[in-house]
Structures are given as structure tokens and as C-alpha cells.
């Protein structure tokens, strides 16, 4: 079965760090492109980063403007797990984190799938 | 800010169908990137629906349908069902952005 499972949330200072976790199984990890996508109490989705995966040609990472320069993602294809790494943290970055792999083609633009249950970020003093 | 306009709720009775529309621009939608749906149930996590435009995943009843064109994209919900409240969620990839991008989401009443 495939299967993500998040963890590292919790609550965080404003200008706090905080390190995400993502362990995949029943896939082959190293393959797909991962992202992370979260969602703010009461709120919709917004995607935050994807790092590609050994099928895409260039292994690189995007972020969304919301995040860029504070965030990091990365991965250990070895342990299959997705790393997001969260530094200078906001009120606004409040919000319960998914990770999901990127499915079908990055050309056509890939969808989300499956998603794991998440893990709850709370930045506030 | 979404760049995938969604109306913020639609409702039926059982039974009924229902059409949800994602407007998008020339820089997504428009630009040829596919469509994708995902429902997401009370307290839940979301699930994939419909990706590729038009296609379910193994499991999703086929009283489920997508549809793009142009700009835009629609889900319909057909024979709608007690169990189909929830929201929904159009999502693609934006060029301009060099990201993926949601709409802003859909709640589904079942009158």
C-alpha cells in the first residue's frame, strides 16, 4: 500500500525553526517528484515546494513565494523520506502540513497522490 | 491568494447533480496544464478525485466527472449522495509562477 506519514509539527516562537518529516512506503521513493502542500485552520490548500525526483532531468526545488528563502525541502531517497525545514516562522505559516508524491507528468503538470494524515504547525509566543 | 476561482458553495438534494467550475487564467488552465480534483471530507486529509482532467483513480464512483476547456475546468457530481458534503478542490501548475496552484475551494451541502 502506498502510504506517507508526516511528523515534526508542533508549536513554534515567531522567528523559530522547525524541521518536518515525511516517511514513504510502497512506492518506489527516489523516482517521484514530492511536494509539500499545507492548509491554514479553516482555510484552502496551498502548495509550498516540490523537489524533483530521479525521472525528472534536472533534481531541482521550487517553493512558493510565500516561503521562498525561509524553507528548505530536501530528501533521503536511502531512508525514503521528504524533509522540509522551516526557519524565521510567522503566524501565517500556522497551518497543518501534507506532503503527497507528484503523480502523471511534469510537463502536463502533476497531480497529488496520496495524501498523508499531516502534521499541525503552530507558530505563536 | 488563489489564482483558480471556485464558487464558495453549491448545494442539492439527494439525488440531484451539481457543477462546480475552476476559472483559470492563460498562464495555467489555459496555458494546456491538466486539471485535478481532490475531495476533502470533514476532519480528513484530501483524496485525489479526478486527475488528468477527466480521469478517476481505482475507487471513485463514476458519479464523478471532469471537464476542461479553455480556461476553465468543471466537476460534476451526479445522483448526489448524503456522503458527497464535503469540499472540493480544483488544482493545477502555473507557468508565471513556476508552481502548483488550488483553488479556493468548494463546500458541498447535501440539502
Known amino acids: 500500500e502506498v502510504q506517507v506519514l508526516e511528523s515534526g509539527g508542533g508549536l513554534v516562537q515567531p522567528g523559530g525553526s522547525l524541521r518536518l518529516s515525511c516517511a514513504a512506503s510502497?512506492?518506489?521513493?527516489?523516482?517521484?517528484?514530492m511536494n509539500w502542500v499545507r492548509q491554514a485552520p479553516g482555510k484552502g490548500l496551498e502548495w509550498v515546494s516540490v523537489?524533483?525526483?530521479?525521472?525528472?532531468?534536472?533534481?531541482?526545488?521550487y517553493y512558493a513565494d510565500s516561503v521562498k528563502g525561509r524553507f528548505t525541502i530536501s530528501r533521503d531517497n536511502s531512508k525514503n523520506t521528504l524533509y522540509l525545514q522551516m526557519n524565521s516562522l510567522r503566524a501565517e505559516d500556522t497551518a497543518v502540513y501534507y506532503c503527497a508524491p507528484g503523480g502523471g507528468s511534469r510537463s502536463r503538470g502533476r497531480w497529488f497522490d496520496p495524501w498523508g494524515q499531516g502534521t499541525l504547525v503552530t507558530v505563536s509566543s | 491568494q488563489s489564482v483558480l476561482t471556485q464558487p464558495p458553495s453549491v448545494s442539492g438534494a439527494p439525488g440531484q447533480r451539481v457543477i462546480i467550475s475552476c476559472i483559470g487564467s492563460?498562464?495555467?488552465?489555459?496555458?494546456?496544464?491538466?486539471v485535478h480534483w481532490y475531495q476533502q471530507l470533514p476532519g480528513t486529509a484530501p483524496k485525489l478525485l479526478i486527475y488528468g482532467n477527466s480521469n478517476r483513480p481505482s475507487g471513485v464512483p463514476d458519479r464523478f466527472s471532469g471537464s476542461k476547456s479553455d480556461t476553465s475546468a468543471s466537476l460534476a457530481i451526479t445522483g448526489l449522495q448524503a456522503e458527497d458534503e464535503a469540499d472540493y478542490y480544483c488544482?493545477?501548475?502555473?507557468?508565471?509562477?513556476?508552481?502548483?496552484?488550488f483553488g479556493t475551494g468548494t463546500k458541498v451541502t447535501v440539502l
Open positions: 492563460s498562464s495555467n488552465i489555459g496555458a494546456g496544464y491538466d
Open positions: 488544482q493545477s501548475y502555473d507557468s508565471n509562477l513556476s508552481g502548483y496552484v
Open positions: 510502497g512506492f518506489t521513493f527516489n523516482m517521484y517528484a
Open positions: 523537489i524533483s525526483g530521479s525521472g525528472d532531468s534536472d533534481g531541482n526545488t
